[in-house]
């Protein structure tokens, strides 16, 4: 089984903190995302990485970057955290096989308070 | 627990029942789809896939159908249990070399015992 671990599942920073979270997965998966998810607003991509030191933009990408130094770890980092950054974060990895036709999984979540 | 969505559709069943969750995407480009499942304080779960060759497939108690004509997805659960009770969502990638998913706002399903 594919595990997708977020290394908190609660987590609570004032306005103004560098944030960082981090996602590792163990299924040498070349693709990982990190999404947010909102009441009424659904998933939404923050950014995505295809292979190591490779990144892309999602949909909402201010405010945010990420990292993947290591293809199992992609790190989101919050540079400057406020209270509108309050969310739901889901990291998620897939494999390229099938011409990208895998589907992603998902760890169970991290969710960040901005105080 | 934790809600997904405020103002979610919602599908209410029976136990025993089957259920019809839907879905409509917009993109004609789309390839491949799949649904998730995601109860609460969970991150969503895989539930089946399809590809869009495909307008039929089936897995445990689970069927996913695909109209590309009307750009419609569903999914049926066989003999719905209350362990079924959670948010489903669809999600779709735009065509080949594509790898990110564009994620449908969800269906809550309640299973009454």
């Known amino acids: 089984d594919v595990k997708v671990t977020q290394s908190s599942r609660y987590l609570v920073k004032r306005t103004g903190e560098k944030v960082f979270l981090e996602c590792v997965q163990d299924m040498d998966h070349e693709n990982m995302f990190w999404y947010r998810q909102d009441p009424g607003l659904g998933l939404r991509l923050i950014y995505f990485s295809y292979d190591v030191k490779m990144k892309e933009k999602g949909d909402i990408p201010e405010g945010y970057s990420v990292s993947r130094e290591k293809k199992e770890r992609f790190s989101l980092i919050l540079e400057s955290a406020s209270t509108n950054q309050t969310s739901m974060y889901l990291c998620?990895?897939?494999?390229?096989?099938?011409?990208?036709?895998?589907?992603?999984?998902f760890g169970d979540g991290t969710r960040l308070s901005i105080l | 627990g934790e809600s997904v969505g405020l103002h979610l559709p919602t599908l209410s069943v029976q136990e025993g029942d089957n259920s019809i969750i839907n879905c409509a995407y917009s993109?004609?480009?789309?390839?491949?789809f799949i649904w998730y499942k995601q109860e609460s304080g969970k991150g969503p779960q895989f539930i089946i896939d399809?590809?869009?060759?495909?307008d039929k497939r089936q897995g445990q108690r689970v069927t996913v159908l695909l109209n590309k004509t009307v750009k419609h997805l569903s999914l049926q659960i066989a003999a719905t249990q209350p362990g079924d009770s959670a948010v489903y969502f669809c999600?779709?990638?735009?065509?080949?070399?594509?790898?990110?998913?564009?994620f449908g706002s969800g269906t809550r399903l309640q299973v009454q015992p």
């Open positions: 993109n004609s480009a789309s390839d491949y």
């Open positions: 999600a779709e990638k735009a065509g080949t070399g594509r790898r990110a998913l564009t």
């Open positions: 399809i590809r869009s060759n495909m």
């Open positions: 998620a990895s897939s494999s390229d096989k099938r011409w990208g036709n895998q589907p992603q999984h």
